[in-house]
């Protein structure tokens, strides 16, 4: 089965017009509203202020050294006697 090198052409054009396209919309992203150092401070002096007492958190923390590793679960919350325990440390 032959191809038709118009046939070949217009494939190759369809192609290159669609890469074209798509690297565009990739380049033409929208500016944030507002700064992002100023989203880090609102966001903090949001977090800072506000009145949620049983708020919680956990996460993982975990360091690799040339000596070995290392990981930690960080946890935040009502103890349960209902005291708060921030920041405890569990290795």
Same mark, same amino acid.
Do not use: F, Y
């Given at each position: 089965?032959? +191809?038709? *090198?118009?046939?070949?052409?217009m494939i190759l054009t369809a192609v290159l017009a669609t890469l074209s396209l798509a690297a565009s %919309? @990739?380049? @033409? $992203?929208?500016?944030p509203s507002i700064p992002p150092a100023q989203l !880090?401070? $609102?966001? !903090?002096?949001?977090e800072i202020n +506000? /009145? /949620?007492d049983q708020a919680k958190f956990m996460f993982r923390e975990h360091k690799?050294? *040339?000596? %070995?590793?290392?990981?930690k679960l960080v946890v935040d919350g009502a103890a *349960? %006697? %209902?005291?708060r325990a921030p920041g405890a440390v569990h290795e």
């Open positions: 089965m032959k +191809s038709d *090198p118009s046939q070949i052409r %919309g @990739a380049l @033409a $992203e929208e500016q !880090v401070r $609102e966001t !903090v002096r949001n +506000s /009145n /949620n690799i050294t *040339p000596k %070995g590793s290392q990981t *349960p %006697g %209902g005291e």
